[in-house]
């Protein structure tokens, strides 16, 4: 299991084979080692030194994240490093027929999960501009097939993800607008929700990604840029549509509302009691959804495709991954 620990001034330790959470003396939980795969911290919280090192030493990742959702990094042992997957991915780097058919499976799945999740509207609503935009996405799959080139592909992407987030409005209830995306600082409650949600998205391919020994700077899709973990990007484009799914659900059931959020130095977040719900929500729906072994799935599609030059392997995990979309 993944440890997300949110409690500010929170304290984790080690004790022979168990980990210890505590805050000014008091223990709030103790975890058996062998039971943990990876521990998420969101904040000011602190992980000593012996526990640390025993994590690095089990393969037990531990990601940083501020309480707002945002990721800074990750501490992970040398079990991570595997010669022959890095080596077959490097090389894969080198050829753009392979990377642009493993883009064009990326982007095809990623406007057909937009597609399912536009079918939430609400009831009694305009369904015109619900239609054309479905039919619009559809042209865009279709679209996907006959690209030259990335720059092409990534033009589709960022035109179907822009007709997306337009129909927002139709789907949110008129106490939660949409208006338009934007990242931090978010503009609106449901840009904030959107963002924390993906903060912990990204931690949770990160895992999965660093476990299988793959590169997560070198990208198929979204190019190489100092700093930026593209191959976490790429493989996030499948699973954003999905999360979106459960927040809007969420928000329309009125599980998260305008009162779970403030306004700090002009950017509008969840105070606490929000960021908890949010949280106790989004393990939820991991569960539910067994989200994890989703990515997993997929990662090891993209593993198994770099390693023996390949992308139906690829393509036949997201099926998998993803059958809820064919």
């Known amino acids: 299991m993944y440890i997300a620990v949110t409690e500010q001034g929170a304290y984790l330790k080690k004790e022979g084979e168990r980990i210890v959470v505590e805050k000014a003396g008091e223990r709030l939980r103790v975890i058996h080692l062998q039971d943990v795969a990876g521990i998420q911290l969101f904040g000011n919280i602190q992980l000593s030194t012996p526990l640390l090192q025993l994590c690095m030493q089990r393969g037990i990742a531990v990601h940083y994240l501020s309480k707002n959702g945002f990721f800074y990094g990750a501490c992970i042992g040398q079990q991570a490093f595997n010669y022959e997957v890095k080596m077959a991915q490097l090389h894969a780097m080198q050829d753009a027929p392979f990377l642009l058919n493993m883009a064009k499976y990326t982007?095809?799945?990623?406007?057909?999960?937009?597609?399912?999740a536009l079918q939430m509207r609400r009831h009694n609503v305009e369904l015109v501009n619900i239609r054309r935009a479905h039919e619009r996405l559809n042209r865009f799959v279709q679209q996907c097939d006959d690209v030259a080139s990335i720059h092409e592909l990534l033009g589709i992407e960022g035109a179907s993800t822009r007709l997306y987030f337009r129909q927002f409005d139709v789907l949110l209830p008129d106490a939660m607008p949409f208006q338009r995306r934007s990242q931090r600082p978010a503009h609106n409650e449901m840009n904030t929700l959107l963002n924390y949600s993906y903060g912990v998205l990204k931690s949770e391919v990160i895992f999965q990604l660093q476990k299988s020994g793959l590169d997560v700077y070198l990208g198929y899709l979204h190019q190489q840029r100092h700093g930026r973990m593209s191959l976490v990007f790429d493989v996030m484009?499948?699973?954003?549509?999905?999360?979106?799914?459960?927040?809007?659900?969420?928000?329309?059931?009125?599980?998260?509302?305008?009162?779970?959020?403030?306004?700090?130095?002009?950017?509008?977040?969840?105070?606490?009691?929000?960021?908890?719900q949010l949280l106790a929500l989004w393990y939820g729906w991991k569960d539910e959804l067994q989200l994890a072994a989703r990515i997993e799935c997929v990662v090891k599609g993209l593993q198994a495709s770099y390693v023996k030059k390949d992308v139906t392997h690829f393509?036949?995990?997201?099926q998998k991954a993803l059958y809820y979309l064919l």
Do not use: S, W
Not at 315 to 318: G, K, R, S
């Open 107 to 116: 982007v095809m799945y990623k406007v057909k999960a937009q597609q399912l």
């Open 237 to 276: 484009e499948l699973f954003r549509p999905l999360i979106d799914q459960q927040i809007i659900t969420a928000v329309r059931q009125r599980k998260l509302t305008p009162h779970h959020f403030e306004v700090c130095d002009g950017d509008i977040r969840l105070h606490d009691a929000g960021r908890k």
């Open 315 to 318: 393509h036949v995990n997201a």
